[in-house]
């Protein structure tokens, strides 16, 4: 089976240093993985302790793009309420010209109102129509031709006169969305996504998720095919059933649960499940890491899953 991306996905609000993500995004690439990528958020969820404490995405993948040479660098995803829409610009494009043009950015609405009280960052009730500003925004700066200048009046954030720079590294640096919604999601993937991710689905949801996707392009008269589509799920893969075992405790899940809901069991078990991904249009697979320091698990992943997938 051919043409399928495999990704590594972090969460370091889990607990994770830079130097922890830095030693996994060098395997990363080392391991013939096509990019790195990491959430944004900063709180823990669930029972863990989260020590040492968050870090900034936007910073980590700084740091990354100047110790890496190959691999893309992104977010999934960072949230609309953490950065204003020019900020987030900036930043971006300036990651972009440090990796030397290989970063992407996923980009939603924000969600998890814990973090936002914990660090007295503003959750806003009209999250969706911020998203969609902060997109026009953001992709509207870096096309701006260089000597323009970018005006912006929207109901959230208003833009007088821009400059509109940095100017990325990457003539378009891809944008990605995505998410379960069934009406403006796919819009507002139609009308900005080079990519639309379906995260922790059935491949049965997300191939009904990507044709909508799909006829929300042709609506805005772009081809179907003109995205990326992928989805992200938990990795726990082993040589045999004790080390999936093994790897689903050390991760706090039960080896029928990942099974079902993530890509989990041997190798073979795990590239028959991409394979039905496959199917139902997906090309690239986040694999969600969540014990970051099993590089074992990586090196077994990239040398038969990915070797299988040819």
């Excluded at 992709?139 to 701006?144: I, K």
Aim: glycine share 10%.
């Amino acid at each position: 089976m051919g043409g399928m991306d495999l990704r590594i996905f972090t969460e370091p609000q889990q607990g994770a240093t830079y130097d922890t993500l830095l030693t996994v995004a060098k395997a990363t690439e080392d391991l013939g993985f096509d990019a790195f990528f990491r959430s944004d958020h900063y709180l823990h969820m669930g029972s863990v302790d989260g020590l040492p404490g968050p870090s900034d995405a936007w910073i980590t993948l700084a740091g990354l793009a100047r110790e890496t040479r190959r691999i893309r660098l992104g977010t999934l995803m960072t949230a609309a309420t953490f950065r204003l829409p020019g900020v987030l610009a900036i930043q971006v494009a300036q990651v972009d010209q440090m990796s030397g043009g290989r970063v992407e950015l996923g980009l939603g609405a924000g969600w998890f109102e814990e973090e936002h009280r914990a660090y007295g960052i503003p959750f806003p009730k009209e999250k969706f129509s911020r998203l969609e500003e902060q997109l026009a925004i953001v992709t509207g700066l870096w096309r701006t031709p260089v000597g323009e200048t970018f005006g912006y009046d929207g109901a959230h954030y208003q833009l007088v006169d821009s400059p509109a720079l940095p100017k990325p590294a990457q003539s378009r640096v891809p944008v990605l969305i995505g998410g379960q919604g069934t009406t403006r999601t796919p819009r507002l993937a139609a009308q900005y996504a080079d990519e639309f991710n379906m995260p922790f689905a059935s491949a049965e949801d997300s191939e009904r998720q990507f044709g909508r996707v799909r006829e929300a392009a042709e609506a805005a008269g772009r081809k179907g095919d003109d995205l990326v589509y992928s989805n992200a799920l938990v990795a726990c893969v082993g040589k045999d059933d004790a080390e999936v075992a093994r790897r689903a405790a050390a991760i706090g899940r039960e080896v029928e649960e990942v099974k079902e809901n993530g890509l989990a069991g041997t190798p073979a078990e795990v590239v028959d499940k991409i394979g039905r991904y496959a199917e139902a249009g997906a090309s690239r697979m986040y694999l969600q890491m969540l014990d970051l320091a099993d590089l074992d698990h990586l090196e077994l992943i990239s040398s038969q899953v990915q070797a299988q997938l040819g």
